[in-house]
């Protein structure tokens, strides 16, 4: 079955700084979402891909999906104490989601 | 109403218990799936509703859990004689399609189990 694995698992960065999470898939990516899950809560939608070399942007988060490299990368930029959470890759196969175990990351005022 | 609703949102036991987890669609929606997450732990998959296919039950953990959902809507996730392993955060989702044809994916905030 597809395995997803994210890189790092944590993250501590400074405010202002930007930073990268990557979801490396086992198998062919054919699309992949990115939620976010703030502690306690249920998961928030951040963005969609769909295609290989598709890259899109919400506000300063912005994701691409590598199909060669059977990757996606989430890029934050200017990060800011609201981006605290936990970032997940997820995978539609067939109607049964595959997570990814998921990136903390926590941002230092 | 306009997200994914689930209720309770909290939910204390005492082991041996049964419980009851309800997760409302966005109307519309064929597609329905439950997760549960353990502290410390990933998502993990349980059941996954489509239409009036017939459910795949292949991640429920054990014959203590059963899941229905009535006129292809609500949902409602039964856990029989609660045991302490299966305090987690049960988290429903929603979406218009499934398969190979990825849909946005909606989210409810949970129901927080805890079996004591």
């Known amino acids: 079955s597809q395995e997803l694995e994210q890189s790092p698992q944590s993250l501590i960065v400074q405010e202002g700084k930007n930073l990268t999470i990557n979801c490396t898939s086992s198998k062919t990516l054919y699309g992949l979402y990115w939620y976010k899950q703030k502690y306690g809560e249920g998961l928030i939608f951040l963005m969609m891909?769909?295609?290989?070399?598709e890259e899109k942007s919400h506000e300063k988060i912005t994701a691409k999906l590598d199909e060669k490299k059977q990757q996606s990368s989430l890029h934050i930029t200017a990060s800011q104490p609201s981006h605290a959470g936990i970032y997940l890759c997820v995978y539609n196969q067939g109607g049964k989601l595959i997570f990814g175990q998921g990136t903390e990351l926590s941002v230092k005022p | 109403g306009a997200g994914v609703s689930q209720s309770p949102s909290n939910k204390v036991t005492e082991k041996g218990k049964d419980v009851e987890l309800r997760c409302d669609p966005i109307?519309?929606?064929?597609?329905l799936y439950w997760y549960r997450q353990s502290l410390g732990q990933g998502l993990e998959f349980l059941i996954y509703f489509q239409g009036n296919s017939a459910p795949d039950k292949s991640g429920l953990p054990s014959d203590r859990f059963s899941a229905e959902r009535t006129g292809g809507s609500v949902s409602t996730l039964t856990i029989q004689r609660t045991q302490q392993e299966d305090s987690a955060v049960y988290l429903c989702a929603s979406s218009l399609g499934s398969g190979g044809g990825p849909g946005e994916l909606f989210f409810g905030e949970g129901s927080r189990l805890t079996v004591l």
């Open positions: 109307s519309g929606h064929t597609a």
């Open positions: 891909l769909q295609k290989g070399g």
